[in-house]
């Protein structure tokens, strides 16, 4: 680091929002942190926007609330945000820019790590496999979460979706493998935080989690850094100390509507709703965290969870997202509202990794095709429903009603199942030949006819 | 070796403006910073030139110096692409991970093409020949699927050859001949170097006639592409489009392949490279990375560079086409291409249009479509590029600009459907939205195949499907059952051929490639069974009867049989059938 750097400024020339502007300074560098001293001594953090010459634009990630033109020190670090990763990280809980909540002091830093990564050399990422089971049907036999993926939950406001998250943090340790889970809680409210905090120790995995919190009532600039700490301290545990990390991100709206404000702020012209243009990168630059290296024992597997706004699927974050992820599990409110737990409606939803790592010496040989029937079948059924809505059911024919009915039996068997019920991938598989009988083996056409006569549940 | 031409005065995202104390042109490369990042003169006002930077640009300063050669962002052409994947300027990401590790560090600076590596090279021509822009010099056997040939560089004029090497092995940058033109003696080497975002000359563009094979049948059989026609592939997230341009690059009689991975998913790109070191070609039983050249800027990679991938990406497949292959580009996606293009130009303030995009989008998206098609070459071969770039419209709106700018410059169309990805029914290409304007060109083609009644098949099916789409409309008011039976017959022909023929599954064995004779039998399989029902409903057969009668259980299962089996089968359609006359 060179002395100028360490120079000290006093004189702001202006402040909007979040953002001030500095003159007369030198030897600035772009998006690089800047520490604010209060005349209290209170140390806030920004990072340079802009630079020109002879100034910067600065974004204060504590707010600017209380800062005036003259009562503060401006000191340029010369470096960009960085956090002090350690293995003692494990067990603790961190604000949204890397400091202890916990009462306990900062861990020892083996290493500074830039939050804000670098990109995985496509040529040294390793594909993904090895599917996660995690008990729950819907997931394991018709979206399969895989080991290194990105899989989100688009849900809506007042879906179950914390639970089901919650159920599958639960249900998905793999056991003799050095397991951990980060969790981001961007703008999300104290109960939420306390709901996983409460999971997370009623299944005994606190010492093998890391927590990054922005709550609801922290400025919302701070959100922005939250995933990125979190990301940065996945990155070492899965690449550095070979464990298999599983990072939860909730609520990714609240993130995009931070980076919406700033973006406002900086007078940056829209692309959709008021959004910036480079919300798609920015997206990117956090959910292809995500992966695997050749020759790295460890992985990460993202499962961001996001709210909707009004259920609207075309929304630019659920967009954007399901055009980064490798497929979306989506969190239904009919099925929500008829009582069916976990509600995931499992037409629109997808794993685009499941193709690759189910099947023969994977997980079943039937599992590829059973699965195709399901979707097809179930198409099917929601076809069937809406004609019968308008001529009623008496009128359908006697296969349109056996749809009807496997639909029911779908829905009340396969997706149904409870909070603390774990099923296995084989109870799961035997459990989709069960509600597939209900139809003619004629109609299973996307299933050969070997295993028809294998698995086939015939009526005696 | 480059001198300094300026300072940075201002650092915003990737866009960097310059003090020039010297002249610099528009293009020109520049290395900003002490790291000596890439970038690009993209505007210049008075002194000060702007420069979008393909790197991170983290750590700038007012007041660092800036390089440059002054000379425009260039490719280096020659021996080493095939089965190689690089970044959206053409570095070698292998070759990066090998120096730098598993995460890309920046200010790498790296040839494309490896100098340590001895290629055996063999002349065409003699000393003392003439010799013209375009010309092949020799060859090099690159990969034993596809034979390099070593050509005169376009802006080399005409002249005599005064040297060329021997037969031997050579690396990229050793001189293997000259040629003298008016005086000078200009040197040749292995591979050339072209400017990135300049179409490379021809000597005329032709029409196509040929198509492009690619196995699947929805495309090859309704909605075909010829061998330089430019295809659009528009969708929704979990449409389909990366497998269906997977599978067009594993299985499409291309002699070369470039992918292109534009701002799209990494496990993706590791997909696709994992999948061709493994994966044979039907025609000619070698590896289908013999033949591919990757070009990868993920989306978590310099939005910059990712603009630029694209033309890297079709610069690759003009030099493959200027040796006389037909060269398919897959470009995925160019929506992340016009989003990056919408990112730099937001971040030099220039004026939006609709959706933020600027107003040039429409110019760029025919630029590149342009350097598509089928062409005689310099050297009078014939070469082609088929571009076949997916769109990804934001919330699966086609009416969005680059959707709807993009139509107006190709010529095939294949529109993905949520509903039918819903349904797991791939590839999810609409038989109702999609087109093709190839059909009358490469007709002639499909008729030699098929006896001559491809087009008409075609015609009856695409008929029935619409049809079909008008009776569903009927079947979801008042019910199936109140159809004549003539009209309940249009719906299971169409069942038939949606389930049977159009639904294909990319990770079937057998049914991933579809060779075009089976394709056809198929074709016909089914329509013999529509013609023959047709008939046997008017002497007063019922639907029920045709639907649980054997020809039409093994009609759904046509895919699994091999295309002797379908022949005795389509022979004993009409006699199997007859039997349900009673």
């Given at each position: 680091?060179?002395?100028?750097?360490?120079?000290?400024?006093?004189?702001?020339?202006?402040?909007?929002?979040?953002?001030?502007?500095?003159?007369?300074?030198?030897?600035?560098?772009?998006?690089?942190?800047?520490?604010?001293?209060?005349?209290?001594?209170?140390?806030?953090?920004?990072?340079?926007?802009?630079?020109?010459?002879?100034?910067?634009?600065?974004?204060?990630?504590?707010?600017?609330?209380?800062?005036?033109?003259?009562?503060?020190?401006?000191?340029?670090?010369?470096?960009?945000?960085?956090?002090?990763?350690?293995?003692?990280?494990?067990?603790?809980?961190?604000?949204?820019?890397?400091?202890?909540?916990?009462?306990?002091?900062?861990?020892?830093?083996?290493?500074?790590?830039?939050?804000?990564?670098?990109?995985?050399?496509?040529?040294?990422?390793?594909y993904p496999e090895n599917i996660i089971e995690t008990g729950i049907s819907t997931i394991d036999v018709m979206n399969t979460l895989v080991r290194g993926q990105k899989l989100p939950f688009f849900s809506g406001s007042g879906l179950p979706h914390d639970m089901i998250a919650a159920q599958i943090v639960r249900q998905a340790r793999v056991e003799g493998e050095p397991f951990c889970i980060v969790f981001a809680g961007m703008g999300i409210k104290y109960d939420t935080a306390r709901f996983f905090i409460r999971n997370f120790e009623d299944t005994g995995v606190l010492d093998n989690v890391v927590m990054f919190l922005s709550l609801a009532d922290s400025p919302s600039l701070t959100r922005l850094m939250t995933p990125r700490f979190a990301l940065t301290a996945a990155e070492f545990l899965a690449f550095r100390k070979d464990m298999h990390v599983l990072v939860l991100l909730t609520d990714m709206s609240n993130y995009c509507e931070a980076l919406r404000e700033l973006s406002t702020m900086r007078g940056e012209i829209p692309a959709r709703k008021g959004y910036p243009g480079y919300l798609y990168s920015d997206l990117a630059s956090i959910y292809e965290r995500a992966g695997r290296i050749k020759n790295k024992k460890g992985s990460i597997t993202q499962m961001p969870i996001l709210t909707m706004p009004n259920d609207d699927i075309t929304h630019p974050i659920p967009d954007l997202t399901g055009y980064i992820t490798e497929g979306q599990i989506i969190v239904d409110r009919e099925l929500h509202a008829r009582g069916i737990y976990p509600p995931i409606a499992v037409l629109p939803s997808l794993s685009r990794l499941m193709k690759d790592n189910i099947g023969t010496n994977k997980t079943r040989e039937d599992h590829p095709s059973l699965a195709s029937q399901l979707f097809a079948s179930y198409a099917r059924n929601r076809e069937v429903k809406a004609i019968a809505s308008i001529i009623g059911e008496e009128e359908l024919s006697a296969l349109d009603k056996l749809y009807l009915k496997f639909?029911?039996?779908?829905?009340?068997?396969?997706?149904?199942?409870?909070?603390?019920?774990?099923?296995?991938?084989?109870?799961?598989?035997?459990?989709?030949?069960?509600?597939?009988?209900?139809?003619?083996?004629?109609?299973?056409?996307?299933?050969?006819?070997?295993?028809?006569?294998?698995?086939?549940?015939?009526?005696? | 070796?480059?001198?300094?031409?300026?300072?940075?005065?201002?650092?915003?995202?990737?866009?960097?403006?310059?003090?020039?104390?010297?002249?610099?042109?528009?293009?020109?490369?520049?290395?900003?910073?002490?790291?000596?990042?890439?970038?690009?003169?993209?505007?210049?006002?008075?002194?000060?030139?702007?420069?979008?930077?393909?790197?991170?640009?983290?750590?700038?300063?007012?007041?660092?110096?800036?390089?440059?050669?002054?000379?425009?962002?260039?490719?280096?052409?020659?021996?080493?692409?095939?089965?190689?994947?690089?970044?959206?300027?053409?570095?070698?990401?292998?070759?990066?991970?090998?120096?730098?590790?598993?995460?890309?560090?920046?200010?790498?600076?790296?040839?494309?093409?490896?100098?340590?590596?001895?290629?055996?090279?063999?002349?065409?021509?003699?000393?003392?020949?003439?010799?013209?822009?375009?010309?092949?010099?020799?060859?090099?056997?690159?990969?034993?699927?596809?034979?390099?040939?070593?050509?005169?560089?376009?802006?080399?004029?005409?002249?005599?050859?005064?040297?060329?090497?021997?037969?031997?092995?050579?690396?990229?940058?050793?001189?293997?001949?000259?040629?003298?033109?008016?005086?000078?003696?200009?040197?040749?080497?292995?591979?050339?170097?072209?400017?990135?975002?300049?179409?490379?000359?021809?000597?005329?563009?032709?029409?196509?006639?040929?198509?492009?094979?690619?196995?699947?049948?929805?495309?090859?059989?309704?909605?075909?592409?010829?061998?330089?026609?430019?295809?659009?592939?528009?969708?929704?997230?979990?449409?389909?489009?990366?497998?269906?341009?997977?599978?067009?690059?594993?299985?499409?009689?291309?002699?070369?392949?470039?992918?292109?991975?534009?701002?799209?998913?990494?496990?993706?790109?590791?997909?696709?490279?994992?999948?061709?070191?493994?994966?044979?070609?039907?025609?000619?039983?070698?590896?289908?990375?013999?033949?591919?050249?990757?070009?990868?800027?993920?989306?978590?990679?310099?939005?910059?560079?990712?603009?630029?991938?694209?033309?890297?990406?079709?610069?690759?497949?003009?030099?493959?086409?200027?040796?006389?292959?037909?060269?398919?580009?897959?470009?995925?996606?160019?929506?992340?291409?016009?989003?990056?293009?919408?990112?730099?130009?937001?971040?030099?303030?220039?004026?939006?249009?609709?959706?933020?995009?600027?107003?040039?989008?429409?110019?760029?998206?025919?630029?590149?479509?342009?350097?598509?098609?089928?062409?005689?070459?310099?050297?009078?071969?014939?070469?082609?590029?088929?571009?076949?770039?997916?769109?990804?419209?934001?919330?699966?709106?086609?009416?969005?600009?680059?959707?709807?700018?993009?139509?107006?410059?190709?010529?095939?169309?294949?529109?993905?459907?949520?509903?039918?990805?819903?349904?797991?029914?791939?590839?999810?290409?609409?038989?109702?939205?999609?087109?093709?304007?190839?059909?009358?060109?490469?007709?002639?083609?499909?008729?030699?195949?098929?006896?001559?009644?491809?087009?008409?098949?075609?015609?009856?099916?695409?008929?029935?499907?619409?049809?079909?789409?008008?009776?569903?409309?009927?079947?979801?008011?008042?019910?199936?059952?109140?159809?004549?039976?003539?009209?309940?017959?249009?719906?299971?022909?169409?069942?038939?051929?949606?389930?049977?023929?159009?639904?294909?599954?990319?990770?079937?064995?057998?049914?991933?490639?579809?060779?075009?004779?089976?394709?056809?039998?198929?074709?016909?399989?089914?329509?013999?069974?529509?013609?023959?029902?047709?008939?046997?409903?008017?002497?007063?057969?019922?639907?029920?009867?045709?639907?649980?009668?054997?020809?039409?259980?093994?009609?759904?299962?046509?895919?699994?049989?091999?295309?002797?089996?379908?022949?005795?089968?389509?022979?004993?359609?009409?006699?199997?059938?007859?039997?349900?006359?009673?």
């Amino acid at each position: 680091m060179n002395m100028y750097n360490l120079r000290q400024y006093t004189n702001l020339e202006e402040i909007a929002g979040q953002l001030f502007v500095i003159k007369n300074i030198h030897n600035v560098g772009y998006n690089e942190i800047v520490e604010i001293t209060e005349e209290t001594g209170d140390i806030r953090i920004g990072i340079t926007l802009e630079v020109g010459e002879n100034y910067a634009v600065v974004q204060v990630l504590g707010g600017t609330s209380g800062m005036s033109l003259k009562n503060c020190r401006v000191r340029f670090k010369g470096k960009p945000l960085e956090f002090g990763v350690s293995s003692q990280i494990l067990g603790r809980i961190f604000d949204g820019l890397g400091n202890p909540l916990d009462g306990l002091p900062k861990p020892v830093a083996e290493e500074e790590m830039n939050v804000n990564g670098m990109a995985i050399n496509p040529a040294a990422r390793d594909y993904p496999e090895n599917i996660i089971e995690t008990g729950i049907s819907t997931i394991d036999v018709m979206n399969t979460l895989v080991r290194g993926q990105k899989l989100p939950f688009f849900s809506g406001s007042g879906l179950p979706h914390d639970m089901i998250a919650a159920q599958i943090v639960r249900q998905a340790r793999v056991e003799g493998e050095p397991f951990c889970i980060v969790f981001a809680g961007m703008g999300i409210k104290y109960d939420t935080a306390r709901f996983f905090i409460r999971n997370f120790e009623d299944t005994g995995v606190l010492d093998n989690v890391v927590m990054f919190l922005s709550l609801a009532d922290s400025p919302s600039l701070t959100r922005l850094m939250t995933p990125r700490f979190a990301l940065t301290a996945a990155e070492f545990l899965a690449f550095r100390k070979d464990m298999h990390v599983l990072v939860l991100l909730t609520d990714m709206s609240n993130y995009c509507e931070a980076l919406r404000e700033l973006s406002t702020m900086r007078g940056e012209i829209p692309a959709r709703k008021g959004y910036p243009g480079y919300l798609y990168s920015d997206l990117a630059s956090i959910y292809e965290r995500a992966g695997r290296i050749k020759n790295k024992k460890g992985s990460i597997t993202q499962m961001p969870i996001l709210t909707m706004p009004n259920d609207d699927i075309t929304h630019p974050i659920p967009d954007l997202t399901g055009y980064i992820t490798e497929g979306q599990i989506i969190v239904d409110r009919e099925l929500h509202a008829r009582g069916i737990y976990p509600p995931i409606a499992v037409l629109p939803s997808l794993s685009r990794l499941m193709k690759d790592n189910i099947g023969t010496n994977k997980t079943r040989e039937d599992h590829p095709s059973l699965a195709s029937q399901l979707f097809a079948s179930y198409a099917r059924n929601r076809e069937v429903k809406a004609i019968a809505s308008i001529i009623g059911e008496e009128e359908l024919s006697a296969l349109d009603k056996l749809y009807l009915k496997f639909g029911e039996i779908f829905e009340e068997k396969f997706v149904n199942q409870g909070y603390n019920e774990r099923r296995t991938l084989v109870q799961s598989l035997e459990l989709g030949w069960d509600v597939i009988s209900v139809l003619p083996p004629e109609e299973l056409v996307r299933i050969s006819q070997q295993q028809i006569k294998q698995r086939y549940r015939y009526k005696k | 070796m480059a001198d300094i031409v300026g300072k940075i005065i201002r650092v915003n995202g990737p866009v960097v403006q310059i003090r020039c104390k010297e002249t610099i042109k528009m293009l020109d490369m520049v290395e900003v910073g002490d790291l000596r990042l890439v970038g690009e003169v993209v505007r210049i006002k008075q002194d000060i030139a702007y420069a979008q930077v393909y790197e991170d640009t983290t750590s700038l300063k007012a007041g660092d110096p800036v390089y440059s050669d002054r000379v425009p962002l260039s490719l280096e052409l020659g021996p080493g692409l095939l089965g190689n994947i690089f970044d959206g300027i053409q570095r070698p990401l292998e070759k990066i991970r090998a120096m730098e590790g598993d995460f890309i560090a920046r200010g790498i600076h790296v040839e494309a093409l490896d100098r340590e590596k001895k290629w055996h090279f063999i002349p065409v021509k003699k000393d003392g020949e003439k010799i013209a822009p375009g010309d092949i010099l020799g060859e090099v056997q690159e990969t034993s699927l596809v034979k390099h040939k070593i050509l005169v560089p376009p802006d080399v004029p005409e002249g005599m050859l005064v040297f060329v090497a021997q037969e031997g092995d050579y690396s990229v940058d050793y001189k293997i001949a000259e040629i003298e033109t008016g005086g000078n003696v200009i040197p040749i080497y292995m591979y050339q170097k072209w400017p990135v975002r300049k179409h490379r000359p021809y000597k005329q563009k032709i029409s196509a006639d040929t198509p492009l094979i690619t196995g699947q049948r929805v495309i090859d059989t309704l909605f075909p592409v010829a061998k330089g026609g430019c295809v659009s592939v528009p969708g929704g997230f979990g449409t389909g489009k990366t497998v269906v341009q997977h599978q067009l690059a594993k299985w499409s009689d291309a002699e070369v392949v470039v992918f292109v991975g534009c701002g799209e998913r990494g496990n993706e790109m590791t997909d696709v490279l994992a999948n061709f070191t493994k994966l044979v070609d039907p025609r000619t039983g070698k590896l289908l990375l013999e033949r591919t050249v990757f070009i990868a800027n993920t989306s978590n990679m310099p939005v910059a560079a990712r603009e630029a991938s694209i033309y890297t990406g079709i610069t690759i497949a003009e030099y493959f086409r200027d040796m006389g292959y037909d060269v398919a580009l897959m470009a995925d996606s160019t929506s992340r291409w016009a989003e990056a293009l919408r990112e730099l130009s937001g971040r030099m303030e220039e004026m939006p249009l609709e959706e933020g995009f600027p107003a040039y989008l429409p110019a760029r998206l025919a630029e590149f479509y342009e350097r598509g098609g089928r062409v005689i070459n310099l050297n009078g071969e014939t070469g082609s590029i088929t571009v076949i770039a997916s769109v990804s419209p934001p919330g699966g709106d086609f009416s969005e600009p680059v959707t709807s700018h993009t139509k107006r410059f190709i010529r095939c169309f294949w529109a993905l459907d949520r509903d039918l990805a819903y349904s797991r029914h791939y590839p999810a290409i609409s038989w109702i939205d999609s087109y093709s304007e190839y059909v009358d060109e490469i007709r002639q083609w499909w008729d030699s195949q098929t006896d001559g009644k491809w087009v008409e098949y075609r015609n009856i099916i695409l008929d029935l499907l619409q049809k079909e789409q008008r009776l569903q409309q009927i079947v979801k008011l008042i019910g199936p059952d109140v159809l004549p039976n003539t009209q309940k017959l249009i719906l299971e022909t169409c069942h038939i051929f949606k389930n049977a023929f159009l639904q294909q599954s990319a990770f079937d064995d057998t049914d991933t490639y579809c060779p075009a004779r089976k394709q056809f039998l198929m074709f016909n399989a089914i329509i013999k069974f529509h013609t023959k029902a047709e008939e046997l409903i008017k002497q007063g057969v019922g639907i029920e009867e045709l639907r649980e009668s054997s020809v039409y259980q093994s009609l759904m299962r046509m895919k699994e049989e091999n295309i002797d089996e379908l022949e005795k089968f389509i022979n004993s359609i009409e006699q199997e059938m007859e039997k349900l006359k009673k």
